[in-house]
């Protein structure tokens, strides 16, 4: 079996589009949620969320026209772009064939979608814009990216909800193991901050309250004063290679992707399962060939909302042991938000910079415990010094889809 190995790390955050200012603001525990205050996007009760500060000029050449791209597309061209640039890589005549990208997204195209529902029903049905398909196609980020780095091996696009960039990451890692490709641009992103889908999401009732006097410390995973999810916006992605290859042309490895594990609840659309959560994380462990002594941190899925954080701290708790209280585990969605089909890569990419910086970054605004979710959640600021070697990676979402990815230090 071939060996996978990540050799460049792109990023477009709440917390800052590039990877050291992401870490090193979650290590002081800083949040990048912020209180909405335009007129629009915002829910009727919630006006906060992780909104990123993006400048397209930053990234795209002035000649180029981008109202064919979403804001989503704009996210991952800009994240593949950095991380393929971070990698040192050239994709050549003869390696283009063996290159790929595998995406990951949730809710796709939510902006160019509600700008054509508004035209649709509000202005003049006859004048929809001509490229609209193209524009709002759940592929339309993966396509762009492959076209921009001329990649004629697989592309894929992975929707599965909130676990969407961590499968596409998984399944980028086995293209190349089993040898049907060299190089993938893997990860995932998600633009989902528009007042049709806040309201959407309103609807579910499970969006955090927000603090009146610190709309930053809305998001509390693992608190016993959780109130919720914080939506969030951004993309993440990777370059991921072949190890020897890598090795060969003197790149920079962050890390060896060693695991990775799926499963489905299959047996409710929302509600997680203790049962579906560990067999991922068991399956994980298994196909990297470690045991849960081998994890030093765990990124936790941790999205604030009641049922899923005693899930998950049950979940790792079954396969973990007594170990589950001595590894130190924590949601960086305290800071970032929830990204939805994008949070599994930008996790992943944190999880490794955990490695990088030999640092674990905290659950953040955890002032008040919960008595059912009792493990070292990390209150507070980051560890550092810590000799971070083994990272687990969790997202679970709905639909039952549960991906678990596993790094180790290179």
């Known amino acids: 079996m071939r060996r996978v190995v990540v050799t460049g790390l792109g990023v477009i955050s709440p917390l800052g589009n590039d990877p050291d200012s992401l870490f090193s603001r979650l290590m002081a525990g800083e949040s990048g949620i912020r209180e909405v205050t335009t007129e629009e996007p915002k829910g009727r009760d919630t006006n906060v969320a992780g909104s990123v500060a993006f400048d397209p000029a930053l990234y795209f050449p002035a000649s180029q026209r981008l109202d064919h791209l979403d804001r989503v597309s704009q996210f991952s061209l800009a994240a593949a772009a950095t991380a393929v640039k971070d990698a040192a890589i050239e994709i050549t005549d003869d390696l ?62 992975y929707s599965c909800a909130c676990s969407s960039s961590s499968v596409s990451i998984g399944e980028a890692c086995r293209q190349i193991r089993h040898g049907y490709a060299d190089v993938m641009i893997a990860g995932g992103a998600e633009a989902p901050l528009t007042f049709g889908f806040f309201k959407a999401w309103e609807a579910m009732h499970i969006l955090a309250v927000p603090d009146p006097s610190d709309p930053a410390a809305s998001c509390r995973p693992f608190a016993r004063n959780r109130s919720g999810l914080v939506l969030g916006e951004g993309a993440a992605m990777v370059v991921l290679e072949e190890r020897e290859m890598a090795i060969r042309r003197g790149a920079r490895v962050y890390a060896e992707i060693v695991g990775y594990g799926s499963s489905n609840d299959h047996s409710h659309i929302t509600k997680p399962s203790v049962d579906g959560q560990a067999h991922a994380m068991e399956l994980a462990l298994a196909d990297a060939g470690l045991t849960p002594a081998d994890v030093d941190y765990v990124n936790a899925h941790g999205t604030g909302t009641a049922l899923n954080d005693v899930t998950e ?43 990088h910086y030999k640092g674990v970054p905290p659950t953040a605004h955890l002032e008040v415990s919960d008595p059912e979710c009792d493990l070292d959640y990390v209150p507070g600021r980051g560890r550092s010094d810590q000799d971070v070697r083994c990272v687990m990676s969790n997202s679970f979402a709905f639909g039952g889809t549960n991906a678990v990815l596993i790094a180790r230090r290179a």
């Open 96 to 157: 283009k064939p063996r290159s790929g990208v595998s995406f990951g997204t949730g809710m796709g195209a939510s902006n160019a979608l509600e700008e054509t529902f508004a035209q649709l029903l509000l202005r003049d049905p006859d004048r929809v814009k001509p490229l609209t398909v193209l524009k709002v196609m759940n592929n339309a980020s993966a396509a762009h990216i492959a076209i921009q780095h001329s990649l004629g091996g697989p592309d894929l696009t």
């Open 313 to 355: 701290t049950r979940a790792i708790k079954r396969v973990f042991g007594d170990r589950a209280y001595r590894v130190p585990v924590s949601s960086t969605k305290s800071m970032h938000g929830h990204l939805l089909g994008g949070a599994g890569a930008l996790e992943l990419v944190i999880s490794l910079l955990a490695m």
